[in-house]
Structures are given as structure tokens and as C-alpha cells.
């Protein structure tokens, strides 16, 4: 046969399933025969190298013919498609503002800060792309296995309702998705910073700085409160809507952080000097250093208590 | 746009009715060539790249047996209905019977 015909099915077989490879080429070779005869019968005579590749691109290319053959058609198929797509995003939104944070926290501290930026952007931006591939692995390996989730199936509205520790409530509002990303984004960096995994670059201030003991006594009871609304903003993230029982159990939380903040306002410092490494001026440093912690903390108790008032009013009003 | 939607369309509608016209044609044994040839002249275009996939599927599924054998010289594979295609083609056409209906009332 033509030798455009053989470089077509060498093409091919390379595409092709190795078991069936052979039985494969020579059906489609049969079948490439037959068309191309029957082509010559209507013309009255051999096919030119056009005529014969117009009969080759009926089949299609090799690649795509071949493709059709494998037993795996699609990545990731419709049923595990959805909930890939879902965790797909919410992974990539709170690594996109986790990233956003510490940007702008080098932006603010580090002392090259566009490069510092830049450089937590790249590694960000890396971060993320790697998430992304172990997330489409993970649920292209479970739709391979033909995994089905159970959860998904034995959907139940009675319990599809009920919110926090299981109470059912009727929904008063929903929470958008991007507050409760958010908000776990940010719990999450204060909670790292807390437990002293996470350290914001404070060389470039000439000194090494530290909580107090007056704020140190916070550890255990700030951390329980982080742990309780990371689980509480997890619950956020699955039913997104707003019941009583989550409001109340919001408010709770709230009026523990306002209680922490006053107490932590009462101490006699909010930050300390361990060590002077090369400062000239320690005293102008821990002043600035004070007066920065003030502020956050101000602006974290007035946010707070807006939302304890928030709070207090959806529950008044229901 | 609308000539590609209708494309879209129209190939997610056909999808479903290719395998029981080939199964259907099938109940007679054929090659792949002259499958092809007759569904086209019943009406049915479909595509070599896509009919021979198709073939080995429903084979892989044990709706079709396939055997090797010479004619006209040639080595050529022949398909048929199995007996479990033909109980499965029985039940489409049921399924394809009573979604025509209801399509026929509802349009």
C-alpha cells in the first residue's frame, strides 16, 4: 500500500494501547484499503498523494483516532468534576490571599520591600501551581478509580441544615464565601505568628523583639479561641448561610477576643526588646514597635466590637 | 457562536443514538467499511475515526462479537450482535421508543 498510508498507521500505532496495537492497525489498514479502492473504482484509476490524504483526514489524525482507543477518555469525569472544581478554588483562593498577606506584610517590615514582595509572590505563585497539580492528581487517581462520594449520594436536606454541634436552625442570611476564606486566612497567619512557626522578618529594625509575660499568659486562651473559630469558619465554609445557634456561637467567640484584647490594653507593654543587635536608637524602636501593636489591636477591638454589635442585632431581631 | 453551539448541540444529541443505531445495524454481520457505507446510506454520517473506536467499546462491553476472516482476498474483522447486545438493544429501543413519545407530546 501507499507509503502514506504505512507513515499514517506507524503514526498511530505509537498512540495506540500496546496490547491492542497490532489488531487495531491492521482493521484500520483493512479499512483504509477498502475506502481507498473503492475511491480508485469511481476514478478509474490510482489516487494521487491529495486524493489519498483527503481519505486519510476522513479518518482523522492519528493522534486523535488513536486517543478514542484508550481506555481513559477524560481527566477528570462529570460525575467528581464539581466538588474537583469547588476544592480546586477554595485551595487556590486561600493560597492567593494567604500570598496577598505576607506580600504586604513584607512590603510593610522587610527592608527591600519590593523585592521581598516579589519574592513571595514567585514562591506563591509556585505554591500554588503545585497545589493545583496535587488537587487535579488526587481527583483524576479517585475518578480513575471510579470513587464514588458517599456524602454526595446519600444527600439529605434534614441534615444538609443543621449547623454547629448539629442544632437545625432556620437560615436568617448567607455568609459569601470569600468573608469565610478570608477570615480563615487571616485566623490562620495569627494563629502560625502565635505559636512562633510563622516570623515576620524584624532584623532590619536592629533589634530582636518579643511578647511580654503580661501577654505571653494570653498563649493557652488565644489559641483554644483560634482553633474554635478555625473549626467554626471550616462549618462556614461547608453551609454557607447564617443560623442562630452560629450567630450566637460568633458572638461568643467575639466578646472572648474583645475580653482578650482589653486585658492585653491593660498590660504595661504589648511588645519588649530580647536582644539589641545593632540599634542605635532601642528606645525609638520599642516606642515605634508599641505604638504599631497599639494600632492593630485598636482597630481589632473597634472591628470586633462591630461585629459583637452586628451579631447582638441579628439576634435581637430574630 | 450559534452555528457552534448547534454543533455542540447536536453532537451531545447524536452521542447516545450512534451506539444503538451501530448496535442496531448490527444484528446483520458487517465490517467496519461496510458498516460505515450502510449507516451513511440509511442517513447516519458518522466518521471512520469515530465508528471504530466505537466498535472495539461495545465489543470491550461484550454487546458485539468479532472474529478475523478472509474475503475478497482480504483479511477482514467481522461484527455482530452477541446474545447480551441483543437483550441490551431490545431495552434501548424500548428507551428510545418511549423518550420519542414523550418528545413527540412535548414538542
Given amino acids: 500500500m501507499n507509503t502514506l498510508v504505512d507513515h499514517y498507521l506507524l503514526q498511530l500505532r505509537t498512540f495506540l494501547p500496546a496490547k491492542q496495537r497490532e489488531d487495531i492497525a491492521a482493521e484500520l489498514r483493512q479499512s483504509i484499503g477498502s475506502a481507498v479502492e473503492e475511491r480508485e473504482r469511481e476514478l478509474g484509476r490510482a489516487l494521487t498523494d491529495n486524493e489519498l490524504n483527503e481519505v486519510l483526514r476522513g479518518f482523522g489524525h492519528p493522534m486523535v483516532v488513536a486517543g478514542r482507543y484508550l481506555p481513559m477518555q477524560q481527566l477528570i469525569g462529570p460525575d467528581v468534576f464539581p466538588l474537583y472544581w469547588y476544592v480546586l478554588q477554595a485551595v487556590l483562593i486561600v493560597i492567593a490571599v494567604l500570598g496577598g498577606l505576607l506580600a504586604g506584610v513584607a512590603l510593610l517590615t522587610a527592608p527591600n520591600a519590593a523585592q521581598a514582595a516579589i519574592q513571595v509572590g514567585v514562591q506563591f505563585f509556585w505554591f500554588a501551581l503545585q497545589a493545583a497539580a496535587l488537587v487535579t492528581i488526587v481527583f483524576a487517581a479517585l475518578d480513575h478509580g471510579k470513587a464514588r462520594f458517599a456524602f454526595l449520594e446519600r444527600f439529605d436536606a434534614r441534615k444538609l441544615s443543621a449547623g454547629v454541634l448539629g442544632v437545625r436552625s432556620a437560615p436568617l442570611s448567607p455568609i459569601p464565601r470569600s468573608d469565610t476564606v478570608f477570615e480563615i486566612a487571616a485566623t490562620a497567619i495569627f494563629l502560625l505568628w502565635w505559636v512562633e512557626w510563622l516570623v515576620f522578618p524584624s532584623e532590619w529594625l536592629g533589634v530582636v523583639l518579643q511578647l511580654p509575660n503580661d501577654v505571653e499568659r494570653f498563649f493557652y486562651p488565644a489559641l483554644a479561641l483560634c482553633v474554635v473559630e478555625l473549626v467554626r469558619l471550616g462549618v462556614d465554609l461547608v453551609r454557607p448561610y447564617r443560623t442562630l445557634p452560629r450567630v450566637a456561637l460568633r458572638l461568643v467567640l467575639n466578646v472572648a477576643w474583645l475580653t482578650l484584647i482589653v486585658l492585653a490594653f491593660r498590660a504595661e507593654r504589648l511588645v519588649e526588646i530580647a536582644e539589641n543587635v545593632s540599634s542605635q536608637n532601642p528606645d525609638g524602636v520599642l516606642w515605634m514597635a508599641q505604638a504599631s501593636m497599639s494600632t492593630v489591636l485598636f482597630v481589632m477591638a473597634i472591628v470586633t466590637a462591630m461585629l459583637v454589635a452586628t451579631d447582638v442585632v441579628r439576634l435581637f431581631r430574630r | ?107
Avoid at chain 2, 452555528?3 to 447516545?16: A, C, T, V
Avoid at chain 2, 424500548?94 to 414538542?107: C, H, K, M, Q
Fill in chain 2, 1 to 107: 457562536m450559534p452555528s457552534e453551539l448547534i454543533d455542540k448541540l447536536r453532537l451531545e444529541l447524536r452521542r447516545g443514538t450512534l451506539t444503538v443505531a451501530v448496535l442496531a445495524q448490527l444484528r446483520t454481520e458487517h465490517y467496519g467499511y461496510t458498516l460505515r457505507k450502510a449507516l451513511v446510506e440509511l442517513g447516519l454520517d458518522i466518521d471512520e475515526g469515530t465508528l471504530y473506536p466505537l466498535l472495539r467499546r461495545l465489543e470491550a462491553q461484550g454487546l458485539l462479537t468479532s472474529e478475523w476472516r478472509e474475503e475478497d482476498k482480504r483479511e477482514k474483522r467481522f461484527y455482530r450482535l452477541s446474545p447480551e447486545g441483543r437483550t441490551i438493544l431490545k431495552q434501548l429501543l424500548d428507551e428510545w421508543r418511549a423518550l420519542n413519545g414523550a418528545l413527540d407530546n412535548i414538542v
